[in-house]
């Protein structure tokens, strides 16, 4: 295991996904190449995994630490929205698993070139695919404190919203807000954290976190891959997802409601027109966390959930 990076939930995930020898399988975001790693040697001898990153520099890292692996291995560089066309022009058509871990590696958070951590600092760019989108930057620059305000609402929950964006908008009168480090003091500095806390969160987390998401649009990325994987699955085959906060889970968790529930048609229609049949059955009920040993070893992982599903015949 490359010495910095530690996959969340290592053995949940493969107790969950089991991938087997002949499988195939997706991994939606390679991140560090951990997951990636065990599910190769858990479907040893041909099993093959198609592995997606929107980051480049994750793909070139994978594919050089894993080149050992030849074949069953296929790389390519997407984000996972687009997985109905990347997946089967691979030759992934029909699967038999799916994992997407939706958080991001220890090599972005150490990346001081696009400002994803504000513990590392560096320019605010914060684009997995930094050739498409515009960087975090340009979104502090350009919209208005009432624009500011619900983008840190909407994607950070963030209680404090008005007063971080109105800080942010007055602040840029005089010095753009252009570097991780600056949004960080600026942040801690109108909004600090309350120290009597136990177990204490930088105040910009939720900031951070929001700016992310609207960059990348995340949100909108995952249910359309969520769809895209359930599309790809074989009967029996299972979908594993690794979630970090409260938007990302309650997406997740009403995906697997409604293709559990099947018919999505309004409690009004007295007969289904819409001819929605189930297509998933819980794996997990309800969704696992990781132990205390892992946290301790790994304080990333506090915040996983981790979901799955698995297809039904159709």
């Known amino acids: ?68 692996y030849g074949d069953r291995l296929v790389l390519r560089q997407a984000n996972f929205r687009q997985l109905a066309e ?17 958080g991001l590696s220890s090599f972005q958070l150490a990346d001081r070139e696009r400002g994803f951590g504000f513990r590392t600092g560096g320019p605010l760019d914060m684009r997995f695919d930094s050739t498409r989108g ?22 950070g929950e963030e209680r404090s919203a008005w007063k971080i964006a109105k800080a942010i908008v007055a602040a840029r009168e005089t010095k753009p807000v252009e570097t991780a480090e600056d949004l960080a003091q600026l942040v801690e500095t109108v909004s600090p954290g309350n120290p009597r806390q136990r177990r204490r969160i930088h105040p910009a987390t939720r900031v951070f976190q929001a700016l992310r998401i609207a960059v990348n649009e995340e949100l ?35 995906f697997f409601a409604a293709e559990r529930r099947g018919c999505t048609c309004p409690p009004e229609v007295p007969v289904c027109i819409c001819g929605h049949a189930p297509r998933l059955r819980l794996v997990t009920r309800p ?26 015949a159709a």
């Open 1 to 68: 295991m490359e010495l910095g990076h530690l996959p969340v939930m290592p053995v949940e995930v493969l107790g969950t996904l089991v991938p087997a020898p002949g499988s195939l399988q997706i991994d939606a975001t390679v991140g560090g190449g951990g997951h990636t790693e065990r599910i190769l040697e858990a479907a040893n001898p041909d099993g093959r995994v198609l592995g997606l990153d929107a980051d480049q520099a994750a793909i070139d890292r994978v594919a050089a630490r894993l080149a050992g």
């Open 86 to 102: 990347v997946a089967p022009a691979a030759g992934f058509d029909a699967v038999d698993g799916a994992l997407f871990d939706l």
């Open 134 to 155: 515009v960087p975090a930057s340009e979104l502090l620059a350009t919209l208005d404190a009432d624009e500011l305000a619900a983008l840190f609402r909407r994607y």
């Open 220 to 254: 909108d990325a995952l249910a359309e891959g969520l769809a895209s994987a359930v599309d790809l699955l074989r009967p029996g085959g299972r979908l594993v997802v690794l979630s970090y906060h409260s938007l990302e889970d309650r997406i997740v968790k009403r």
């Open 287 to 312: 969704s696992m966390t990781p132990t205390q040993a892992e946290v301790d070893a790994n304080p990333r992982a506090r915040s996983a959930r981790l979901r799955a599903a698995e297809r039904l």
